[in-house]
């Protein structure tokens, strides 16, 4: 590869000539069209013009080499900002399928689903990183790290949006209760005051609800 011309394309996308520096980067391409470096840097050289494009490039990276992390963050990123949830959760999808051991993976999966409003999912996720790491052993820890804040928003997001509506169920015993209780009523969360704790009803017309 043409590392020179390469470097002259990457400093063009630096100082915002994108159009010329994806000629370039065409250019290479040509030459070499599975070369997952080059498809990077493209896809960093037009996020802003064309982000939907941008992520099927990241997409490609990770097909030809799937250890090329930055692309991760660069997908959420345009995800959120450019409400593209339909084509970045698929793909963290796959990378956990093969990595499920990939906490940070899950993370990331987590605040995707969380800001497209699958706040039940969302919480599940961050659940399950907390299970499979050192905070599930450390409340203190827990309620330091970033991820119990997310929990907390995610939790009042899901308030906010069931407050109004009906429950069209038949209400649970003191058993199905005891068989259903969700786990994260286990972990404490910070509060600041009365407004952001849980509340658990396991009596009345409400039982079983939160």
Avoid: C, W
């Avoid at 995707?112 to 203190?140: K, P, W």
């Avoid at 309620?143 to 939790?155: G, L, M, N, P, Y």
């Amino acid at each position: 590869m043409n590392r020179e011309l390469l470097e002259r394309a990457n400093n063009l996308r630096r100082s915002n000539q994108n159009l010329l520096a994806d000629e370039i980067y065409d250019q290479l391409l040509s030459n070499e069209p599975n070369n997952d470096e080059l498809i990077f840097n493209k896809a960093l050289n037009i996020i802003h013009s064309d982000p939907r494009k941008a992520i099927r490039l990241f997409e490609k990276v990770l097909e030809i080499n799937p250890n090329v992390n930055a692309v991760f963050g660069n997908i959420a990123t345009l995800a959120v900002d450019n409400n593209l949830f339909d084509l970045a959760i698929p793909i963290f999808d796959n990378a956990i399928s093969s990595n499920p051991n990939n906490l940070d993976l899950v993370y990331q999966r987590a605040t995707l689903i969380g800001n497209q409003g699958d706040y039940i999912s969302a919480i599940i996720d961050f659940y399950n990183v907390v299970d499979s790491s050192t905070l599930v052993y450390d409340s203190e820890l827990f309620q330091q790290h970033q991820i119990s804040k997310d929990i907390e928003v995610s939790k009042v997001h899901l308030r906010m949006q069931t407050q109004d509506k009906t429950v069209n169920r038949p209400i649970p015993n003191e058993n199905e209760i005891k068989q259903i209780k969700i786990k994260e009523y286990e972990y404490p969360l910070p509060i600041s005051n009365s407004s952001t704790k849980n509340y658990y009803i396991d009596f009345g017309k409400h039982m079983g609800l939160s």
